[in-house]
């Protein structure tokens, strides 16, 4: 694992921690929630689920490699999301933003 790959990785289990004590955090039952704090759930979730899976990808070795065209995915593009599981360019075609 080189050095911006354990950057990356520190970045990711910052964030998982971020996002795991935010679901953690006690809230209103969901029947009492609002649309929108239940939208902001699950946004949260789902970047939860996306950290935990590029950090599976580190665990794998394919941390990095675009998973829908195989190639690598830019540095500075991984600096900015770090979870990032697509390239730039498959990302732009995907619904969700890769
Ligand atoms: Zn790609």
């Known amino acids: 694992m080189d ?3 354990s950057e990356s ?3 990711l289990l910052d964030r998982r921690d971020t996002l795991r004590t935010l679901a ?4 209103p039952p969901p029947d009492e929630l ?9 946004v949260e979730q789902e970047q939860l689920e996306h950290v935990e899976a590029a950090l599976a990808r580190m665990a794998a070795g394919t941390y990095g490699t675009c998973a829908v065209c195989g190639d690598a995915i830019d540095r500075p593009r991984l600096r900015v999301i770090p979870q990032a599981r697509a390239c730039f360019a498959c ?3 995907a619904p969700d933003g890769g």
Do not use: D, V
């Open 34 to 42: 609002t649309l929108t704090e239940r939208q902001r759930r699950r």
């Open 9 to 11: 990785r520190q970045r």
């Open 24 to 27: 953690k955090a006690s809230r």
């Open 3 to 5: 050095l911006r790959t």
């Open 91 to 93: 990302a732009s075609l």
